[in-house]
């Protein structure tokens, strides 16, 4: 990850980090729910929860492991996400790292779980985001669950995606779609063992301003929206009233794949 660009993520969520913490989307959601059942975790596992943004993944799954060590790029997110999980209370467990995802500060073979939930799409260098995650995963029994968001295959609609992202968020660098994710995950020495595919709908105010926008952002960023083609408010579902965008619902990818062990 370049520092130029290290620098500005963490800008962006030191700013940007009370939003993320309180927000209850990412607090609750079937994803973590799916994980959860996928990932069937025990109270031998020792968990690393990349990009922990506000902690909520980690703390969903601190009592079903031994210990979960929540990593973060940015340390005012990570501060953020220890006062959120110390006012929730009932979890003495997990512990808290400044870390690149593109170079963990773990030794190999140090986790037997490892998840990463809506975060990727930062990363300016997935392929090797995900081989740190295989390297840092034991080679017998690692298992990991990502889930971010689905690009949609239509490339017109891919296009939109991406815009709007970085219209909001300027640390926004790239999703990818279903078989773009499997190609890379298992180029990184994984087997995906299953996909699942969650919709969620995004309450537009709130969305565009817990990235930060000012007024004028979000009006352009409205704009965008309102003035799409017809099938990207289908694909969307972009709910609008009065001339103003009230919400809209894209897909969430869950891919849950195992470390492949060579003897």
């Known amino acids: ?20 913490v309180r927000d209850q989307g990412f607090a609750k959601g079937d994803d973590l729910d799916e994980a959860a059942k996928l990932l069937n975790p025990t109270h031998e596992d020792i968990m ?7 902690g ?19 340390m005012q997110m990570l501060k953020k996400a ?8 009932g979890v003495d467990n997990i512990t808290f790292r ?11 073979g140090s986790f037997t779980l490892l998840t990463c939930r809506i975060a990727p799409h930062h990363f300016p260098d997935v392929p090797r985001a995900l081989r740190e995650f295989h390297r840092v995963l034991r080679r ?19 296009e939109f995606y991406q815009t709007m992202e970085k219209m909001r968020d300027p640390t926004h660098v790239q999703a990818y779609n279903q078989q773009e994710w499997i190609q890379m995950i298992e180029a990184a020495g994984f087997q995906v063992e299953t996909t699942r ?9 709130v969305w565009a301003k817990r990235a930060g926008l000012k007024r ?30 009230e919400s809209y619902t894209d897909q969430k990818l869950l891919l849950y794949a195992t470390r492949i062990h060579k003897k």
Not at 1 to 9: A, I, L
Not at 229 to 239: G, L, N, S
């Open 140 to 158: 017998q029994g690692g298992r990991m669950v990502i889930i971010d968001t689905l690009l949609p295959d239509d490339p017109e609609i891919a």
């Open 1 to 20: 990850m370049s520092t130029d660009f290290k620098k500005k993520v963490r800008e962006q969520f030191g700013r940007t980090a009370e939003g993320y």
């Open 56 to 74: 909520h993944t980690a703390l969903s799954f601190a009592p079903l492991v031994r210990s979960v060590v929540a990593s973060d790029l940015t």
């Open 216 to 245: 004028e952002g979000v009006q352009k960023l409205a704009k965008y929206f309102i003035d799409s083609p017809a099938k990207v408010h289908d694909y969307f579902q972009i709910e609008t009233f009065a001339g103003e965008v």
């Open 48 to 54: 690393l929860d990349v990009a922990c943004g506000g």
């Open 197 to 205: 595919i969650f919709n969620k709908t995004h309450d537009f105010p």
């Open 98 to 108: 400044e870390a690149d995802a593109e170079d963990l500060p773990f030794p190999s």
């Open 82 to 89: 220890q006062e959120y999980i110390s006012d929730e209370g």
